[in-house]
């Protein structure tokens, strides 16, 4: 039996930023550091990029130990890093 694909519902600005407003200011700038050194590290694949690389690498893994501490969900990892083909 072939099982239907799981439905995404997409929550709504307002939802979505009142769920922001509820964690704590290090943990909103933690994800937000975060996130931008993905959107870097994604524009860096070019080998004479490496030191853009490894700052962003940097930025991810001191960001990462704030929001694994708060909460192992909230972790960015490779999945997460925008333009790749999932």
Request: net charge positive; hydrophobic share 45%; proline share 15%.
């Given at each position: 039996?072939?099982?239907?694909?799981?439905?995404?519902?997409?929550v709504p600005d307002a939802v979505a930023?009142?769920?922001?407003?509820?964690?704590?200011?290090h943990i909103r700038d933690a994800r937000r550091?975060?996130?931008?050194?993905?959107?870097?590290l994604s524009l860096c694949r070019q080998p004479r990029y490496e030191e853009g690389?490894?700052?962003?690498?940097a930025?991810?893994?001191a960001a990462t130990k704030v929001l694994a501490a708060h909460?192992?969900?909230?972790?960015?990892g490779w999945g997460d890093l925008p333009g790749l083909n999932r």
């Open positions: 039996m072939i099982a239907r694909p799981p439905y995404t519902v997409p930023d009142l769920a922001a407003r509820q964690l704590p200011p550091e975060s996130w931008e050194a993905c959107v870097h690389r490894q700052a962003a690498l930025r991810i893994a909460n192992p969900g909230l972790v960015h």
